[in-house]
């Protein structure tokens, strides 16, 4: 190696004008290293200055973004619990619905209408009227 290192880079200009160094014979490494040393040389506080603005931008959605993920983990959470809750009070209901059908069956009626003393009708059901004299069957007060 005659020249070592500084034979492979050259120094050349881009169409706009800027100089750059030409990657030739060089490993992935080594690239980074001289494009990270090329854009550290090209950065000075005034043009990092002019940048805060945009910096802040950044770092202000970078903090929505966060706050957006955590509030949608704690949503997520109250969801699932108050799907436990609607899933429990369902077989609560199917529950009180299935004693309420298996009580008001005929038979379990006339069981437990027996117990006090009440006996199914054997005559078809009939209604009353009573009808009074002194006042009209049409009469509305």
Known sequence: MKGGKKERLKKTT??????????????GFQRFRTELRWLVGKMSFTRLLAQVP??????????????????????QR?????QR???????????????LMNVTME????????????LPLTLPAYSIVVSDSKTPLNHTP
């Open 54 to 75: 945009y910096i802040t931008f950044l770092a202000l959605i970078a903090i929505i973004y966060i706050a957006n993920g955590h509030r949608s983990v704690e949503m």
């Open 14 to 27: 881009a169409e706009n004008g800027d100089l750059f160094l030409s990657e030739e014979g060089m490993n």
């Open 78 to 82: 109250e969801i699932n619990t108050k």
């Open 107 to 118: 038979s379990k009626v006339i069981v437990s209408g027996a117990r006090l003393g009440l």
């Open 85 to 99: 809750e609607l899933k429990e009070l369902r077989w609560r209901y199917m529950d009180a619905k299935t004693r």
